[in-house]
């Protein structure tokens, strides 16, 4: 048995998604029985799947390593015209720190999540965040439209897709 072997195949999302947030372009992770080539791999999997799900890439990574995410991107739109104040946005961005209050198993928690914001960007319709994973955790696309002021209208509550996730360089083995 070869190092790293695992027997056991596995199958994980190395960031998942929070509810009502929309995947494009995601990640899944695949701990295998045995060897397969990337190319037999994709062909396999994409014959099980329905028609509207397509796999655009595989690539093998050490089974000694798992998948770390370093950067995702969210686009958010509403249905109706919003103000996006870009000065409040030039503001946060300017600052260093931007304090998150997150509670979890009845424990709470205060965050400087500044460093994980990368870009606020607005586009068409929205917004586009570009945030990094950083050793303190991830804002929340949620999280920078309540620092906005953005998204507390019921009758127009954004769409939120997360249309990117990129993966951490790898140290060699």
Do not use: C
């Not at 260093?96 to 500044?114: F, M, P």
């Amino acid at each position: 048995m070869s190092e790293g072997f695992n027997p056991r195949p596995k199958m994980s999302f190395p960031l998942a998604l929070a509810l009502g947030i929309e995947g494009r372009e995601e990640i899944v992770e695949l701990g295998l029985a045995g060897w397969l080539s990337p190319k037999a791999l994709m062909e396999s999997l994409q014959g099980q799947l329905p028609q509207e799900l397509e796999i655009t890439q595989v690539e093998p990574i050490s089974p000694r390593n798992d998948s770390r995410i370093g950067q995702v991107v969210y686009h958010i739109s509403w249905n109706a015209p919003i103000i996006i104040n870009q000065g409040q946005i030039e503001q946060i961005l300017a600052s260093q720190e931007l304090w998150v209050y997150r509670e979890k198993k009845g424990k709470k928690k205060t965050l400087n999540l500044r460093p994980s914001i990368s870009s606020i960007t607005p586009v068409d319709k929205g917004l586009e965040l570009r945030l990094q994973v950083t050793p303190e955790g991830m804002l929340r696309p949620e999280e920078v439209l309540h620092v906005l002021g953005l998204g507390r209208d019921p009758n127009n509550t954004p769409k939120i897709v997360r249309s990117e996730v990129h993966l951490s360089p790898q140290e060699a083995d």
